[in-house]
């Protein structure tokens, strides 16, 4: 896609765009070369057994690593839970346990199946992470092949904000993403969900300088991740959605078990 597709499928100025083009190829390129250092550094090639748990390599962020990363609460108290309105965002790899075990043929510089997973995540969810900043959201968990997000909700304005976030992930930040792989390394194209639900959640402290998000909008975006290159949206964020003078979006509904419905929001086909 060009710089004008990209703005007429996000829904922002070919201006932001171009910002976001920029933070992004950054973000992944320097996350790359860290990643192959690291590998190199700890001799990873020999002492990771191909059949290790993917956790052994991820990148969740640690509990001391900020008073708390919730849009809207720099800092929560141990003893004073809060309850808001977010809409959550999760991202997924697809078919993540195939790559595990992947054919070196064809790759270049990849040794094992646990070597393609790492440098993958290693581009990718850094790469998911500026876009959600980028739209004003917030990532709070690394969760080994996707990240979990949230944008505090107030008015429409973060359903835009959220539904603008979720388009640049599978889009542009996919692109530039799965392009930097490809030359690398000769990797295919990864293929990612995403999934975003609204909910009240309530805001506390689980351990000490770790706070966390409960809320059934976690749940759902969860299992709305389930798309191939897809943003799709829980029911209470569809009723919640805007409607423009011109009439609304007409989203695919699908449903996702236990009696939730769900709808597909992008692409529209």
């Known amino acids: 896609m060009n710089i004008s597709e990209y703005s007429r499928i996000i829904g922002i100025d070919e201006s932001e765009v171009r910002k976001l083009m920029i933070r992004v190829s950054e973000i992944c390129d320097g996350h790359l070369d860290k990643a192959e250092y690291d590998w190199m550094k700890t001799d990873a090639g020999k002492r990771m057994a191909l059949d290790e748990a993917l956790s052994n390599v991820s990148m969740e962020k640690r509990a001391d690593s900020k008073p708390s990363l919730l849009p809207g609460y720099d800092k929560v108290d141990l003893f004073d839970p809060k309850i808001d309105d977010f809409i959550a965002i999760v991202c997924d790899i697809r078919k993540s346990t195939e790559r595990l075990k992947t054919s070196r043929n064809g790759l270049k ?38 990240l979990l997000g949230f944008i505090q909700y107030k008015d429409k304005h973060q359903i835009y904000s959220a539904f603008r976030a979720s388009k640049a992930c599978v889009t542009l930040t996919r692109d530039i993403v799965n392009h930097a792989l490809s030359n690398r390394y000769n990797l ?82």
């Open 188 to 269: 295919p194209s990864l293929d990612i969900g995403v999934g975003l639900a609204l909910s009240p959640a309530m805001i506390r402290v689980v351990t000490e300088n770790h706070v966390k998000a409960f809320g059934e909008c976690v749940w759902k975006a969860t299992k709305l991740s389930d798309g191939i290159n897809s943003v799709q949206i829980d029911e209470k964020l569809e009723s919640e959605w805007p409607v423009a003078k011109s009439g609304g979006l007409s989203f695919i509904p699908r449903d996702i078990g236990k009696g939730y419905k769900g709808y597909k929001a992008f692409p529209l086909k």
């Open 109 to 146: 510089g990849i040794d094992s199946g646990i070597q393609r997973v790492f440098y993958e995540t290693s581009a990718l969810l850094p790469s998911l992470e500026v876009t959600i900043n980028f739209f004003k959201g917030k990532v709070t968990e690394y969760l080994g092949d996707g």
